[in-house]
């Protein structure tokens, strides 16, 4: 069934078509708009862009079903999503979830029989330091308390538009805690760029390659490698991409970068197209930062008039580069790079083979650079103030500085700057964690430490990381934290491989029959069988890391584990009593007889 008028589908059809043109790379995009304006993509929507982008509808419903923020069918006026991440689970959400839905007389993930709401979870927001959160309509709204449910609650039975919703329910901070290197300010004026023009690319690129810069997204690849490769590639046209997906559990930087850094971010991609002399370049932007989209916009907007964006940048003939804006839908996968080309060419976003690399073969089959907002950030105020400079903070191996995303248990979460070799111990007194059990370090695909670890350090020879810093104090389940994982690694896989996909179901399974206190000692052992199957034969990092912190944590913190075993040999996933409860119902039978005795 479709509710919605075929005129007003047509309207908004064509309104996506006059701003994104008929490039079927666009797809996505025309999607995103499509949803965001019938709360869903009917099937008129999908007649007329296969029709006007010249491509199969099997194509665009298969992109509806993989991406979380597309839907088949009407999602209401309000669209209200809360953060599932284990974080906002510990200050509330859950409870939260459940008043909202008692207020609206919803059920969740159902939408509503007149059509005004759906609420329903999602995955981590980036919204880890001012949590509970939740998306409505796309847009954040953080902090929440029982007032906030109950006003929300009110706004949406009167039917308010969003546009008039109180503007403090929207607000977003950006709990800067710790400046150091890269944070101690945000201005730029063009520094970097005047450099590149006054010293020339292949002096730019010294000192990008002199400071000793690592993709800041967790794996540590060399910056400068990967800036020549794409250079020294023989092909007439490259790209450049921004990888501002930060899907990761407990990762907030590239939120709080690019609403107070953007100048920095744009430049560093500038400077690197001056590098590898790219014209075009994209800045992939996660689906729950879609608020930042208008002031995104408007600073490339500004960096366009000022001459440092745009055609001849600073004055210098042929020196031809403009970045446009491409929003993510909800696929934690898309922050691996080749997934999140596959994304910007219109696809699902399923990681590609490789070889060949992104900047040999990547968005439409060029050359292209894929580097993060921290990456970027940090190669601008290098080409600036020199690779000396960059590299006089950090370790041998690990130069400069990371920024962290610290949430969970302590007293101030935000945004912190140390310098590579900064112990955990050293954060956790900074952020004001005063009982810690166990941290965890890059999101959920990262390493679980426990209090034992917390004199590592953070660097790529000992503790890499995208930025997720979570701590969990001593008042916590960690089965909690494993169970929600868990089920996070398994909603978020793409299918592609038997491995992950498979496993991942496994993995979620059997932690789930840990937490019911039906699993034996030989579950554990499966766990662990699963979870090195997955890391040795997954297509991509996701399948790879994904059992990680149920092996950490079975390994670290075996209690945790041991305590709820229901026998320590064998057990049944299959409660044979528990299945004849309907019968039992049927024939009234309450009698032991009518019980299967379970033999101890």
Known sequence: MNPQPTDQVARVVSDSLVKWGRDPDHLLQHLIAVQHRCSFVPDEAVERLAAELGV?????RAAVDFYAFLHERPRGDFDILFSDNITDRMVGSTCLMQRLCERLGVEPGVTRADGRVAVDFTSCTGMCD???????????????????????????????????????????????????????????????????????????LAQVERSGLRGRGGAGFSTAFKWRFCRESAS???????????????????????????????????????????????????????YLIGHLESVLERRR??????????????????????????????????????SLEGKRGITRKRPPFPVTCGYKSHPTVVNNVETFLAAARIVELGGDWFRAQGTEQSRGSKVLSVSGDCASPGIYEY??????????????????????????????????????????????????????????????????????????????????????????????????????????????????????????GLGATAPNHLIDTLEKFPDVYRRRLRRSDYAPAFDLDAALSEARVLTGRTDAAAHLEEEG
């Open 236 to 290: 007439v046209e490259s790209y450049v991409v921004c990888n501002a997906d930060e899907g990761e559990p407990g990762t907030f930087k590239d939120r709080v970068l690019l609403t107070s850094f953007a100048d920095l971010v744009i430049e560093g991609m500038t400077i690197c197209a001056g590098v590898v002399r790219a014209r075009r370049g994209f800045i992939y932007l996660r689906g729950e930062y879609r």
């Open 419 to 540: 310098p590579f070799g900064t112990r955990v111990s050293q954060v956790l007194a900074d952020c004001g964690a005063e009982t810690p059990q166990a941290v965890q370090i890059s999101g959920a695909s990262g390493t679980t430490l426990s209090a034992a670890e917390f004199d590592r350090v953070i660097g790529f020879e000992d503790l890499p990381t995208a930025g997720s810093f979570m701590v969990l104090d001593q008042t916590r389940d960690l089965l909690d934290m494993v169970v929600n994982f868990a089920h996070f690694f398994a909603h978020e896989s793409c299918g592609f491989c038997t491995p992950c996909r498979v496993g991942g179901a496994l993995l979620r399974d059997l932690a789930d029959k840990v937490a019911a206190g039906r699993a034996c000692a030989q579950d554990l052992e499966e766990i662990r069988s699963i979870g090195g199957l997955m890391k040795k034969a997954s297509h991509c």
């Open 56 to 60: 199969t509808r099997s194509r665009i």
């Open 130 to 204: 001012q949590a509970p959160a939740i998306l409505v309509n796309g847009l954040a709204v953080t902090s929440l308390s029982p007032q906030r449910i109950d006003g929300i609650a009110e706004l949406v039975e009167q039917g308010t538009p969003l546009g008039d919703w109180p503007s403090e329910l929207f607000a977003v901070s950006d709990n800067i805690r710790r400046r150091g290197l890269l944070l101690s300010r945000s201005e730029t004026e063009g520094a970097g760029l005047k450099r590149l023009l006054e010293e020339g690319p292949e002096r730019a």
């Open 305 to 342: 008039a000022e001459g440092l964006l745009g055609g001849a940048i600073l004055g210098k003939r042929g020196f031809d580069f403009d970045i446009q804006i491409h929003l993510g839908a909800g696929a934690y996968v898309c922050g691996e790079e080749s997934a999140l080309i596959e």
